[in-house]
């Protein structure tokens, strides 16, 4: 049980984590560097590691040499103190990661969307099941190792009803009862992520936004979304749809809902998602499926750093981050190139000039995110000691 605010239960725990955020973030340290980097005492810090250890939180792995002296014991985290799913969906199927609690991963599995029949019974959970179990099997666990499940999806989890929004194209994941399921079958707690503000979470990680606590991620790829983070928090909107700009009305693009035939949808058929996606940049150069081929189409590039420029300062004019960063295939296939045309189509557009970069992440962005917010959510877990 928890003590009192700055009694010594109330210290323990919170030296206890400050060693074992260290040893998350430099890897393997010796009793004596803890000490320094916590400004602990010898003792006080052999009684931090002493409890760990017999927590099953850190092991010794080895000594360091090199220095005069006595080899000094190394101390690291325990691999196998936890696991944690996470998982990328998308309409033709699920990619799923499993990780120890430092975040190296032991498994990965893709499963296709059409490995399950339309009319099995709760199909979007065996899905998300399956997937698990491929990548658990890869590092030989069951679902009883995993502490935490983060699922990244299109669309958002409307807060007041539990269903998915703004995403149709996502068959069987607008059940209302699809998080009871999900944790039913995985016997874990499950958080389901918009995709996008996911990449934000990855940027934030080890990406274009480190160290910036006030930006907006727009990701422009097969659909168009944003993230935008302030203060260091991610906004998410009443409805969990803040940054859903694909649906953002533009000069020269229908409406989103407004059309008919292939707009009258609520995919945002129209608004700004029609003029910068990927499907409008092949248009734009003749149908060449290829996007860098694509851009290097006679006026392709400038009339998509055009286009972006215009949905971005409506952005910028509302939100005034300190950085923009482009991600999604658009943004990759365009390179810096594009990311200089749209800076330059930017000049007054919108007074604020924030900075703009291109993401430069080379993993799944979207995996990268829902595997950190999944660490983030077992280790507050695990690493709580106030019950041992």
């Known amino acids: 049980m928890a003590g009192t605010p700055g009694t010594p239960s109330v210290l323990r725990v919170m030296n206890d984590r400050a060693a074992l955020d260290l040893l998350i973030a430099h890897g393997p340290l010796t009793r004596t560097r803890i000490g320094e980097l916590t400004g602990l005492s010898k003792p006080t810090t052999s009684q931090i590691l002493g409890r760990l250890e017999a927590a099953g939180l850190v092991r010794t792995t080895g000594s360091q040499t090199g220095r005069p002296g006595p080899n000094a014991t190394l101390y690291e985290i325990e691999p196998a103190a936890a696991h944690v799913a996470a998982l990328s969906a998308d309409p033709t199927g699920l990619t799923a990661v499993v990780a120890d609690i430092t975040g190296t991963e032991r498994g990965r599995c893709r499963v296709e969307a059409h490995a399950l029949a339309d009319d099995v019974p709760h199909r979007t959970a065996r899905l998300v099941a399956e997937a698990v179990d491929g990548a658990l099997g890869q590092a030989g666990l069951g679902h009883d190792d995993l502490t935490a499940t983060v699922i990244g999806t299109p669309g958002a989890i409307d807060p007041r009803t539990g269903e998915l929004r703004y995403a149709p194209h996502l068959p069987g994941w607008h059940s209302r009862t699809l998080h009871a399921e999900l944790a039913e079958v995985l016997g874990t707690p499950v958080s389901i992520e918009n995709d996008v503000n996911l990449a934000a979470v990855a940027e934030q990680y080890e990406g274009a936004a480190q160290d910036h606590d006030d930006f907006v991620l727009a990701y422009v790829d097969e659909g168009v979304g944003a993230a935008i983070v302030l203060g260091g928090t991610l906004l998410r909107g009443a409805t969990g749809g803040a940054g859903e700009i694909g649906y953002m009305p533009l000069p020269g693009a229908p409406l989103a809902r407004g059309g008919t035939g292939a707009y009258a949808r609520e995919d945002a058929g129209g608004g700004f998602q029609s003029l910068v996606a990927s499907p409008a940049v092949r248009q734009l150069a003749g149908g060449i499926d ?99």
């Open 290 to 388: 290829d996007l860098s081929a694509a851009f290097a189409v006679e006026g392709v590039l400038d009339e998509v750093a055009r286009r972006l420029a215009t949905g971005l300062a409506a952005i910028v004019a509302v939100v005034d981050p300190e950085l923009v960063v482009l991600s999604g295939q658009v943004a990759q296939a365009g390179g810096d190139a594009l990311r200089a045309r749209v800076e330059e189509e930017l000049t007054g557009l919108a007074l604020p000039r924030p900075l703009l970069r291109v993401s430069e992440l080379d993993d799944d962005p979207i995996l990268t995110g829902a595997l950190r917010s999944a660490l983030t959510q077992a280790r507050a877990t695990v690493f709580d000691t106030s019950t041992a």
